[in-house]
């Protein structure tokens, strides 16, 4: 009983459910940065939020990594589960200031 009442706890104080970021539609007013890669897939990587506060080279760093562990202080959304416009993958900085979008590339 203990450890239920210390994880209820602990899961009230860290928020509960990840709430997602909101994504516009379309990339219009993100910033463009280069295509990155992960695994032989190949992703356009744009910033959405945030763009004075991150660079583009950062930007493709973070959208390289893979998704479950990812990198540090960043929280990864499958964004072609549920959400909305051309997103296939989202990250979200941990303080909330910085948003990177990636779309998956097909094959040219």
């Not at 463009?32 to 890669?37: H, K, L, V």
């Not at 540090?72 to 990177?100: C, H």
Request: with cysteine; aromatic share 10%.
């Amino acid at each position: 009983m203990h450890s239920l009442v210390v994880a209820v706890v602990a899961l009230v104080l860290q928020g509960g459910v990840q709430d997602p970021p909101k994504m516009p539609d379309t990339t219009r007013g993100a910033k463009r940065c280069q295509d990155a890669s992960r695994y032989g897939s190949s992703f356009r990587v744009y910033i959405v939020r945030g763009a004075r506060r991150i660079t583009c080279r950062r930007a493709r760093r973070v959208a390289a990594f893979k998704p479950p562990g990812g990198e540090r202080g960043w929280t990864y959304f499958d964004w072609t589960k549920g959400g909305n416009g051309p997103w296939s993958d989202v990250y979200r900085r941990t303080d909330r200031r910085v948003i990177v979008g990636a779309i998956i590339r097909g094959y040219d």
